[in-house]
């Protein structure tokens, strides 16, 4: 009999657990395991913000997905998808086209710019790990030719975020602590450099605890972020940002360097594949299935998953993610097994910790409320669990935070 094939598509947070879970619980004859990324390797979306503030380097935040997989039962091939064709049960790759019996679609996010002109062109985002290499390279190249390239004029040095949420938060707390290392290398006054955010709603963590947001708010102000509260961001040009100052009129804000951090949507290859969707997100049913199609499963950032208690999807996270990834590979075995009876995907909410840099953070945590070094201890606990239940202990002692020798 011919084996059944499983085809994964990205090798994140969701995709990697679908993986090592199922590799731990089939044997080499009962399934074919596909599993394809656009790089040979995976990177932590959840440190990002490091790398693109070069508090981190950018080669940390990556791993090989081939040290995490058991070759002997899953195949990884390196290339990009181009779209899924469900009712032929194909994928289009750069190169080749895949057939499946059951695909896992875990491609991650894109940036959302919602038409605002000028992002594409003059805004860096971070969205992986080429796009944080460029923020960093960039913001050091503008630095080290502040005193030579005969310009120096301090919007050079001006730097704006766009959003307030949690993406942008942490990259401004790595972003702060950064700063004056580089105003010592290259002989800046700290003065001379401005760093904005620019919030659209009327708070900086939109939805977050009050209490926490203005703990938040407050580190980063004492390091020196001038936040605009209130104030959606209309344009980007080559000289900055255009921000509605809520009488009809737009003001520039000009800044050398500005990272659009203010939302994210689902991977395009979601929209070029027919599902239906919102903003690239696809409303799946209790077992994580796309509507109309029970062989293709979606999870992570280009799925949206109901929370009963507001009626809104669950926020995008990794956390989710990985949860969904589990839940799949358990469900795809009983399928393999013939049985009709999957579990349901229910969230476990174990909280949410926000960094505000390497020694301070906030966050909820099984509903108790945390911050300074407790918070950003809590922070690196998470992210070594991250790399525990994909990688084990070894990938732990590799690339964890926490080293204890
Ligand atoms: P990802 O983990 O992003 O993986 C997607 C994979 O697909 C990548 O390997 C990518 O290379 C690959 N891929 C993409 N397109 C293609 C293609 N066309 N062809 C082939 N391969 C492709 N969440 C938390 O729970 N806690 C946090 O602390 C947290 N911090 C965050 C900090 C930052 C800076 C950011 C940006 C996000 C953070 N999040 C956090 C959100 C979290 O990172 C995402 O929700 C999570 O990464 C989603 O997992 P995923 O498996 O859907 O996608
Ligand atoms: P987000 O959608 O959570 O926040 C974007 C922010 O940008 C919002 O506050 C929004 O009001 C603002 N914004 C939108 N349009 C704007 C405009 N025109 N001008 C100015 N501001 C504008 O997006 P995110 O912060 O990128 O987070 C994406 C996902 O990743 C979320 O689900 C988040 O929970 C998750 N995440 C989690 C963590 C963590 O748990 N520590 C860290 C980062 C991201």
Redesign the pocket.
Known sequence: MNKQKIVILGGGYGGLQTVVKLQKSLSPNEAEIILVNNHPYHYET?WL?EAAAGTLQPERVRYSIEDIIDQRKVQFVQDTVEKIIPEEKKVQLGTRELSYDYLVVALG?EA?T?G?KGLKEHAFT?SNLDSARKIKEHIEYVFSTYHSDGRNTDEQLSIVV?????????FLGELVNRIPKLCDTYQIKRENVKVYC????PT???GFDPELVKYAKSVLEKKGVEFLIG????ECTKEGVL?DQGNGETKLIKANTVVW????RGNSVIEKSGFENVRARVAVDSYLRAPGYDDVFIIG?CSAVINKETNRPY?????IAMQQGKLVAKNLKLLLQGKKDLETFVFDNKG????LGEDDAVGIVFGKKITGFKASFM?KVIDNRSLFLIGGTSLVLKKGKLKLF
């Open positions: 959840t913000h996010a959302e919602f605002i971070i766009g959003g307030a949420g949690f993406t942008g938060i942490e620019i919030e659209a709603a900086v963590l939109p104030t959606p961001i209309k921000v951090a203010a939302g994210v950032d926020p995008p996270t990794a956390q949410t910790v926000c960094s922070k």
